[in-house]
């Protein structure tokens, strides 16, 4: 355990620290390096104990949620109860009952052609797209491959694994079929080439194998089918074709009557043959189920092909046919569907998206038993269904995975780990009261495997915005992901009539209610949301249904550009390039961002409209206050890039590219609104001038006023003081307010505002920090990539395939793609290059906001595209009496901070060196039915019990920035310390967490590195590569949470969770679940002595002396390669080491131990039933003709 001095870090840091000037401080700011500015921090402080060392963190994925993406193939086991997905991407899901879920992924990435379980084995192979055969072992927590088999000179097309047998029969590209051996994953010498299997008068070839199985009466019969629609009946044992049938349409399936007599075979056509085995030269029924019927008796006319058909019997009804596809041509619009034929009656099941693969799930794994069918597992492109075949509506179980979280697609995440534990079932409780109803009744089939909670139990919550306004909250505890609430942010606003896209405000023409950004306080339950359409949504939680209108305010958040008649002589050059780039640039964005529309310029009116009748708002979460930016002279407002909410305050603050607005949303009104480079005030420490290439706005103006503009009657009767907004502060009541009941629309304070072309600005006195700044405009801004990051994040329109954005978003990347790589720098010149320096990051705390403060106060930290750090005083009413008529102030304090990049997060440590958590309110229910005096007394909790001794001390500020962190000391603004994270690079996301009852830094880069930083001495405790950004998906969607937890969007479906925490990685084996349970194989159906004599499948059929080295001989080398793999007792050794890896190793041994003697057992049992049965036969005969003589007989 180290201890720091930070004496003597003073006195070294400024010979040591390699980026001790890199940050550059400004008037009024903190120095790089406090040579001469110790101030409170160069005293003696006591020495702050780092607990956290580099051994507490490790990374591994944990889990996996979500559809699987992109599914290409589909398995059950049919006694282990567990189902397997695989996809084009390469990777496998296992899945069993809830909390038993589990990833793997093949190395090469290849699809994943066709799976097969051996059944109540605990292992599957899988058969992928680069012609490779892979043996999985599940009988360990992560399945590991045993072995693998490369074919080099044929491509596989279907494979056959026959219940109880070691011989996969595998059939190729070219028509031939091979024998592969399951223990030693070692190719037989036995081929059945596809000339022997054919008739030799047959000219042509027959095509790719298609279908592979063994006959359910005989083991030594196999069923070929061939895609040009010839069947093959192969005699094993005397290696020559029984039967062979023809059909002209192709074949895609086959499936087999239990009796092993009939075969039925579906077509391209859209037919379904069913073949007798004494008939082949035709089939005996041939029926195109969704045909019509022509008239003149001819045969019906052709449908889509059937691509799949199982036929299964049962003993007590008619058999069922279920197929997918053969719909008729006629009906283009018709959805996918899966048809169920019993008996006479056919049953049409429309499906939302394609059918990738279906499979019938039966009572017994033999496959010459009545099958006796209960379920149908359906997977679509976009979902998986269970069908209940046992009621005849068929109706779906509800599906206990959470394979919705792509609903809509994901657009924003955030993640709570250990938050207060009453939030899981009290969402739990509001969210239950909207599932839907008709599921099936009975349990999910799908039941396999073992799962317990393990040893980390805190509750963990996950929040997924999504592309068409809904948010969901997740209950994330144990490494399990079950939805607890779904609330839908679109419900505020008045629907979108189709047709009025053009002659609207909106700024995006696809999901213009997609969630952008969302903040939660858990312990207060104020949840926040920022839209695309540039609005923000604060809500409250209420256990009671309200119908209510809803507030609304309207901001006016823009540049307005001072006219300049002599540009610097540096600018000429650019103009002409600018004003050629602006036409283009204009076309591309079309209506939604043209200067006029319809003959008139927009000015003062939102992206969308808030409903103004009363709306029922059942219990949950409930809106309270709609923020919405305003188009201002035909310019649309920007993207929402930073959003910070505080329940003890009652302020939100939010900003964009072009400024910063805090609103209070208890009094309904707007406290500031300002143009970033108008919060510096006289503390620029770069003095930017105006300058502008636009000579087409003929206004000029200074700070960018404000629109107090409620919307609902509500806002009416609050009675609260509206304020002339001047400069962010908030002055006393006026004439004005809402209480004189005279209300002031938007446009009529946009006209008060505005100026005209040469009148000069009017301002009100006010303070130093306050001066009148005019924003330049060009139209090559340097963005930072962190902006870049969030324009794509917003603007997009959150496809699947995230190809399709408006043309918002193109014009932004037209405008930064030479912007995109280039390095950050706080130079003076790059400064005068951007136009707009966008809010990157905001900060609610108690803390001192200059440096002659002796005492902390409520401040608003704001942090810029630039690396600039302001600091904004908050003044409250003293009591909380005079909170909702006393106007809160807002005002720069003239402190400006600096670092390399743009800020992405602050946060606050008392001088013990823990973590000081914002003030907060508890939560009390708005709308109880209890309202007397106490329990409508807001509970604020102002600072964490930990942190509460020396609060007036001082404090450390750790700031982090896209490019470095650095800690300050507070109230002397000293930087302490300065670690340069990247150069080469940028971080998009980093999160102050706590971890191990301590807390770091902790950091993802955009080169796929994840690193964690010590607090407050940011020495590095982890740096691995270990996710490269391949996708602006992971980008959009990684962040970080306490107790060493992280998540990002792995696919468009799937949720990938990861931990960085060397104990979680130590425990996680005891977190998952178990794929394999010891399970008993059912007993077959005793069949009779006689029958199983004289029929059935009591022929003996030893696949070993066939296929055998000894018999077949060896297969040619060049043909396949075998590959070892890295499972068995390898994997269950790498998987647990020590006592856990011997107990585990033998439990399977024992469970294998148990389960051969159990079958021999069963042998046995068999054998002596069947030898008292002959007996008993044999005396009952001899006592019939004991008696008589031979002639009798």
Request: aromatic share 8%; charged share 20%; proline share 6%.
């Amino acid at each position: 355990m180290k201890k720091f001095n930070f004496r003597k870090v003073l006195d070294g840091l400024t010979a040591s620290s390699p980026g001790g000037s890199a940050g550059g401080g400004g008037a009024g700011g903190g120095s790089a390096h406090p040579g001469g500015t110790a101030g409170a921090a160069g005293t003696p402080r006591e020495e702050i104990q780092e607990t956290l060392t580099s051994d507490y963190f490790q990374i591994c994925k944990t889990v996996r949620h979500g559809f699987p993406y992109l599914p290409t193939a589909l398995a059950f086991d049919p006694v282990q109860k567990i189902l397997a997905i695989g996809t084009r991407t390469g990777a496998i899901r296992i899945l069993g009952r809830p909390g038993v879920d589990c990833y793997c992924q093949h190395e090469s990435g290849a699809a994943v052609l066709q799976l097969q379980f051996l059944i109540n084995e605990g292992a599957l192979v899988s058969a992928c797209a680069d012609d490779t055969l892979h043996l999985w072992n599940l009988r360990q927590k992560r399945p590991a491959i045993l072995h693998s088999l490369k074919f080099n000179r044929e491509r596989i097309t279907y494979c056959h694994l026959p219940f109880q047998s070691k011989w996969l029969y595998v059939g190729t590209e070219r028509g031939n079929t091979h024998i592969v051996n399951i223990e030693s994953f070692i190719l037989s010498g036995y081929v059945i080439m596809w000339n022997k299997a054919i008739e030799l008068s047959t000219k042509t070839h027959p095509g790719p194998v298609v279908h592979l199985s063994d006959s359910p009466r005989d083991e030594g019969k196999l069923l070929i089918g061939y895609e040009n629609g010839t069947v093959v009946f192969w005699d094993l044992r005397s290696k020559r074709a029984d039967l062979r049938a023809y059909y002209d349409e192709a074949i895609h399936s086959v499936a087999w009557h239990h009796e092993g007599k009939q075969f039925m075979c579906s077509h391209s056509d859209g037919s379904l043959t069913l073949w007798n085995l004494k008939s082949p030269n035709r089939p005996f029924q041939t029926t195109i189920p969704h045909g019509k019927i022509q008239r003149d008796g001819k045969k019906p006319e052709s449908c889509k092909p059937i691509l799949k058909v199982e036929y299964k019997t049962c003993k007590n009804s008619e058999p069922f046919v279920i197929f997918s596809g053969g719909l008729s041509y006629d009906k283009a619009c018709r959805r996918p569907s899966l048809t169920i034929m019993h008996g006479k009656a056919i049953t049409v099941l429309e499906m939302d998206h394609p059918i990738v693969d279906f499979l019938t799930l039966c009572e017994t794994p033999y496959p010459n038993e009545f099958q006796e069918p209960y379920a149908v597992v359906v997977l679509l492109e976009k979902d998986l269904i269970v069908v209940d075949l046992t009621q005849s509506n068929f109706p779906i179980f509800e599906n206990p995975y959470p394979i919705d979280i792509h609903e809509s697609p994901v657009t924003c995440t955030e993640y709570f780990a250990d938050c207060p534990p009453d939030l899981i079932p009290v969402l739990y409780s509001v969210g239950a009261k909207h599932k839907k109803q008709g599921y099936s009744n009975k349990e999910w089939p799908i039941s396999g495997g073992a799962w317990n909670l393990g040893a980390q139990t805190y509750p963990e919550i996950i929040i997924t915005g999504h592309a068409d306004g809904s948010v969901k909250f997740w209950d994330a505890s144990a490494i399990t992901l079950q939805m607890l609430y779904k609330l839908k942010t679109s419900k505020v606003f008045e629907k979108q009539k189709s047709g009025e896209g053009k002659a609207t405000a909106e700024i995006v023409e696809e999901d213009p209610f997609a969630v952008q950004m969302m903040y939660w306080c858990p312990e207060s339950r104020i949840f926040c949301v920022a839209g695309v359409s540039a609005y923000v949504v604060v809500y409250r939680f209420s256990k009671h249904e309200v119908n209510t209108e809803i507030a609304s305010l309207e901001v006016r958040l823009q540049y307005e550009v001072e006219d300049i008649i002599t540009p610097e002589p540096e600018i000429i050059p650019q103009f002409p390039d600018a004003s050629s780039q602006l036409p283009s640039l204009k076309s591309l964005s079309g209506s939604t961002n043209t200067v006029a529309c319809e003959g008139m310029m927009k000015d003062s009116i939102p992206c969308l409209s808030v409903k103004t009748r009363p709306v029922r708002m059942p219990p949950g979460y409930q809106a309270d206050l709609v923020i919405q930016l305003v188009w201002v002279d035909g310019e649309p407002p920007q993207q929402i890039t930073s959003l910070a909410v505080n329940s003890a305050y009652g302020l939100v603050a939010f900003g964009n590219c072009n400024g910063l607005a805090v609103v209070d949303f208890m009094q309904k009104t707007v406290l500031l609104s300002m143009g970033t480079l108008e919060l510096y005030g006289s503390s620029d420490p770069y003095q930017r001038q105006p300058r502008s290439p636009r000579k087409s706005k003929q206004f000029a103006a200074g700070l960018t006023e404000l629109s107090d503009s409620p919307v609902s009657l509500e806002l009416e009767r609050c009675k609260s003081p509206t304020s002339d907004h001047v400069n962010g502060h908030c002055t006393s009541p006026t004439s004005q307010s809402c209480s004189s009941g005279k209300r002031l629309s938007s446009a009529d304070v946009s006209k008060a505002n505005r100026r005209g072309p040469g009148r000069p600005p009017f301002r009100k006195a006010q303070s130093a920090a306050c001066m009148e700044i005019s924003l330049p405009v060009t139209t090559e801004g340097y963005i930072s990539r962190r902006a870049v990051l969030q324009q794509l994040h917003g603007i997009s329109s959150f496809s699947h395939d995230e190809r399709h954005y408006t043309a918002h978003t193109w014009m932004n990347k037209e405008n930064r793609e030479n912007s995109f790589s280039r390095s950050r720098s706080s130079s003076v010149s790059s400064i005068d290059r951007d136009s707009k320096e966008s809010i990157t990051a905001l900060y609610f705390m108690e803390s001192f906001a200059r440096k002659n403060d002796s005492a902390v106060s409520p401040c608003l930290w704001v942090g810029t595209g630039l690396g600039m750090v302001l600091i904004l005083s908050l003044n409250l009413p003293a009591s909380d009496d005079l909170r909702q008529s006393e106007p809160v102030m807002v005002s720069p304090s003239g402190t400006v901070l600096t670092l390399k990049g743009a800020v992405l997060t602050f946060a606050c440590l008392d001088c013990t060196g823990t973590l000081i958590h914002p003030p907060y309110e508890v939560w009390r229910d708005p709308h109880s039915a209890d309202d007397g005096e106490k329990t409508r007394k807001r509970k604020l909790v102002m600072h964490s019990p930990s942190s509460s001794q020396d609060m007036g001390d001082h404090q450390f500020a750790v700031i982090c920035s896209e490019k470095q962190a650095k800690v300050f000391s507070l109230p002397s603004q000293t930087c302490l310390y300065v670690h340069n994270i990247t150069e080469t690079s940028f971080l998009l996301q980093a999160d102050v967490v706590t971890l191990c009852n301590s807390v770091c830094l902790a950091c993802f880069c955009a080169n796929g590195h994840i690193m964690t930083l010590s607090l407050p001495s940011l020495r590095p405790l982890l740096d691995i590569n270990y996710l490269p950004v391949t996708d602006m998906r992971i980008a959009r969607t990684f962040c970080f949470s306490n107790e060493g937890q992280a998540l990002y969007l792995s696919s468009p479906t799937e949720i990938q969770r990861l931990t960085y925490s060397q104990e979680m990685c130590d425990n996680l084996q005891d977190m998952l679940g178990d794929l394999f349970t010891p399970v008993e194989t059912p007993e077959a159906q005793n069949r009779g002595f006689l029958k199983g004599l004289f029929g059935g499948s009591g022929q003996a059929f030893d696949r070993e002396e066939l296929f055998g080295e000894a018999t077949a001989g060896k297969a040619s080398r060049s043909l396949a390669q075998h590959i070892p793999g890295s499972g068995g007792i390898e994997g269950v050794r790498g998987a647990a080491g020590g006592v856990i890896g011997d107990l585990t190793r033998a439990r399977i041994a024992l469970d294998e131990r148990g389960q051969k003697l159990g079958e021999l057992d069963e042998r046995t049992a068999s054998m002596m039933a069947s030898a008292e049965a002959f007996s008993k036969h044999a005396h009952e005969v001899m006592l019939k003709y004991k008696d008589k003589k031979w002639y009798q007989f």
